[in-house]
């Protein structure tokens, strides 16, 4: 099984240190600090944005972006999530082992979300913004820090994006954020990244 766990192990190869999701508040602090990536150093664009682990006081904002038409019309599921669903799936993610749940802020805004999930050898990732930060290019810088501080917590491991064609601003920010084109079939274009793999 990939090592994705959010739950504190002796086994955890993220090492005893880890809390993951379930954690306190000071502790959920802490690993907000601690996991806060803003890349491209030296590049101004870049370097406000933040990312840490998700929690419940980020459960509503997750469904409501979700659920908007701009952000569900691009999902493999377009249909809206009902509230009580959609805390049952949230309690169901952040417990699980094989899945993280990225928060990205730009300052105290929350601009998106980004979902990592184990597969196979590696882990698949899910993106999507704020509707109302949408069209700023952010997409491809939350894509960015959420990999790389998923990779710096998991360690070397291949992610893959599942994007359904025609999704030209999802195509763009994920290749933007340094994803390549792995393979195509008649309705979905898989993406992975890092493309040396
Ligand atoms: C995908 C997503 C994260 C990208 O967000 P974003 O950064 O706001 O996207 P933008 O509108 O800035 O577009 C990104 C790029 O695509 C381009 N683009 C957007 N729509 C386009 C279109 N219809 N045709 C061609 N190019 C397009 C933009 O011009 C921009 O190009 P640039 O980087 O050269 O400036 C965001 O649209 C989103 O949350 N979508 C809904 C969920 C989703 O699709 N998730 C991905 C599932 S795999």
Redesign the pocket.
């Known amino acids: 099984m990939l090592p994705l766990g959010n739950a504190a192990s002796a086994a955890s190869p993220f090492g005893k240190e880890f809390i993951g999701h379930r954690a306190t508040v000071g502790e959920r602090l802490w690993l907000r600090v601690r996991g806060s990536f803003s890349g491209g150093e030296g590049d101004p664009m870049k370097e406000d944005i933040v990312v840490s682990l998700a929690w419940e006081e980020d459960m509503r904002d997750i469904w409501e972006w979700r659920n908007h038409p ?2 569900r019309k ?2 493999f599921n377009t249909a809206v999530v009902p509230w009580d669903e959609h805390q049952r799936w949230f309690e169901r993610k952040i417990s699980d082992s094989r899945c993280r749940i990225y928060i990205a802020r730009r300052g105290e805004e929350k601009v ?1 979300v980004i979902r990592f999930e184990a597969e196979g050898d590696g882990a698949q990732v ?4 704020n509707p109302a ?8 810088r ?1 894509i960015r820090a959420g990999t790389e501080q998923f990779l710096k917590e998991i360690g070397a491991i291949t992610v893959i ?4 064609k025609g ?4 195509v ?2 994920f290749a ?1 954020a340094g994803y390549r084109r792995f393979s195509e079939d008649k309705d979905v274009l898989t993406y992975r990244y890092p493309d040396d793999f």
Request: proline share 0%; net charge positive.
């Open positions: 701009d952000i691009n999902f998106g899910s993106v999507h913004l930060c949408m069209g700023q290019g952010l997409g491809s939350v994006a599942r994007i359904i999704n030209l601003a999802s763009k920010a933007k």
